[in-house]
Antibody
Framework: EVQLLESGGGLVQPGGSLRLSCAAS????????MSWVRQAPGKGLEWVSA????????YYADSVKGRFTISRDNSKNTLYLQMNSLRAEDTAVYYC????????????????WGQGTLVTVSS | DIQLTQSPSFLSASVGDRVTITCRAS??????LAWYQQKPGKAPKLLIY???TLQSGVPSRFSGSGSGTEFTLTISSLQPEDFATYYC?????????FGQGTKLEIK
């Protein structure tokens, strides 16, 4: 059974940093692209970032480019999102999701999602 | 970036009704479209990919169609568990953005 478990969310001040983790199990983690998607309170879904199975290719939404860094440790079956220079508008539930065998957009169907972790940016 | 516009944004229907949600893309995306269902406080769930391919385990009352710029998600006979918010996502090119969502409520 595929399982994705996010952690690391919490309250952070504007300008601060936070690192999210997503522990994966039930599939060959290194063979699949992974993605982060966020949802601000009461709002819709926003794609944030994606990474290839090897970790060699990464993609970002313009809204987070230069501030967020996606990475993965395939030896630990764990996906990460390092978030720096956080802003109030980054407040959201952050979901990790499993993509396809390639990180091309056309393979990024998100077939399994974690339960999400809440990040609140406020002073 | 490709923009997706869903209509309607809100839909009120009864158990047993047939409902259709439309997703329009700002430029052609072939059949690179997925549909997700999200219930309050829960993660999204993949329903359909490649515009019309039903994800394993999803009831056959859900169906998708379309290509190019116009797509539809149809629920043939609404069940109580179908009342949720539905999102389309384009997968033609980065960024793989979502539509704004359609909230399906009980009439």
């Amino acid at each position: 059974e595929v399982q994705l478990l996010e952690s690391g969310g919490g309250l952070v001040q504007p300008g601060g940093s936070l690192r999210l983790s997503c522990a994966a199990s039930g599939f060959t983690f290194s063979s699949y692209a992974m993605s982060w998607v966020r949802q601000a309170p009461g709002k819709g879904l926003e794609w944030v970032s994606a990474i290839s199975g090897s970790g060699g290719s990464t993609y970002y939404a313009d809204s987070v480019k230069g501030r967020f860094t996606i990475s993965r440790d395939n030896s630990k079956n764990t996906l990460y999102l390092q978030m720096n220079s956080l802003r109030a508008e980054d407040t959201a539930v952050y979901y990790c999701a499993k993509g396809g065998s390639s990180v091309t957009a056309r393979s990024l169907v998100l077939d399994y999602w974690g339960q999400g972790t809440l990040v609140t940016v406020s002073s | 970036d490709i923009q997706l516009t869903q209509s309607p944004s809100f839909l009120s229907a009864s158990v047993g009704d047939r409902v259709t949600i439309t997703c329009r893309a700002s430029q052609g995306i072939s059949s690179y479209l997925a549909w997700y269902q999200q219930k309050p406080g829960k993660a999204p769930k993949l329903l359909i990919y490649a515009a019309s391919t039903l994800q394993s385990g999803v009831p056959s009352r859900f169906s998708g169609s379309g290509s190019g710029t116009e797509f539809t998600l149809t629920i043939s006979s609404l069940q109580p568990e179908d009342f949720a918010t539905y999102y389309c996502q384009q997968l033609n090119s980065y960024p793989p953005g979502f539509g704004q969502g359609t909230k399906l409520e009980i009439k």
